[in-house]
């Protein structure tokens, strides 16, 4: 029997299981895990857009409808929403929708607007034309996600973005603590994420060079228990080359 969770968390999440928020970053680490194609997605849309729509049907509740709208474009339907609500709650209403939708992109790209560009959500974001204090109570909200996304998992990709673009460098010194606990590969790629980082911030690192010693004593590990067992000896140790190149470490 194939496993029906998947699809139930795609389904609760109306097809956005991505979204960050508190309650469903379980449920999206655990829908993450399980690879589900987008053939199948794309299968599961249509059926949740079928039920949405009998259950609209079947109630006249705008809450079926507004999902449709917001996540899939189907524009159509807020003629429907229109007639069923009065002016000033259907306003209220897409407004809201708009609020959401800009602070999924908001968050989908760690509150940075190259990223947004990169993606092509820039334009779309503009559009909604969030003001700065509603950017700067997002960005509260990013960093204390990311910093509990880092707790549960200690993937070091939740809070490099956070030191980067937001100068959290206190969060450096849990950065360097971090170990592997899955393979050589991951502790080498951890090394040089965090090399980068050093390197790229070092004026602005306090304690920078007690940092960068870390680093080599992350190094001499390395090249202590784990170079030897590796097979392509050579790659790895070019690798590690680069890496005490960058910080200048002998």
Request: positive net charge.
């Amino acid at each position: 029997m194939a496993n029906k969770r998947p699809k139930e968390i795609f389904f609760k999440s109306n097809g956005q299981y991505y979204y960050n928020s508190d309650y469903q970053l379980e449920e999206y680490e655990e829908y993450r895990n399980y690879n589900i194609s987008k053939r199948i997605e794309e299968k599961w849309i249509k059926e949740l857009i079928k039920i949405k729509l009998k259950k609209f049907k079947q109630s006249a509740k705008t809450m079926y409808l507004i999902p449709l709208i917001k996540y899939f474009n189907e524009y159509e339907l807020l003629t429907k929403l229109l007639i069923e609500m009065n002016e000033n709650n259907c306003i209220k209403a897409l407004i809201n929708m708009a609020i959401k939708k800009a602070k999924e992109i908001y968050f989908l790209n760690d509150g940075h607007y190259y990223y947004m560009a990169h993606d092509g959500f820039y334009e779309e974001y503009l559009e909604y034309k969030i003001n700065k204090q509603t950017e700067k109570k997002w960005k509260k909200e990013l960093i204390h996600l990311r910093r509990k996304e880092f707790k549960k998992t200690s993937d070091i990709r939740y809070l490099i973005p956070l030191v980067e673009l937001y100068n959290q460098y206190e969060l450096l010194n849990e950065l360097l603590l971090v170990k592997n606990k899955i393979n050589y590969i991951n502790e080498l790629v951890i090394i040089e994420l965090l090399s980068k980082l050093l390197d790229k911030n070092k004026n602005k690192i306090e304690n920078y060079k007690e940092k960068k010693m870390i680093i080599k004593e992350r190094i001499t590990i390395y090249i202590q228990e784990v170079v030897p067992k590796v097979r392509d000896t050579e790659h790895y140790v070019q690798r590690i080359e680069k890496v005490k190149r960058r910080l200048r470490i002998k």
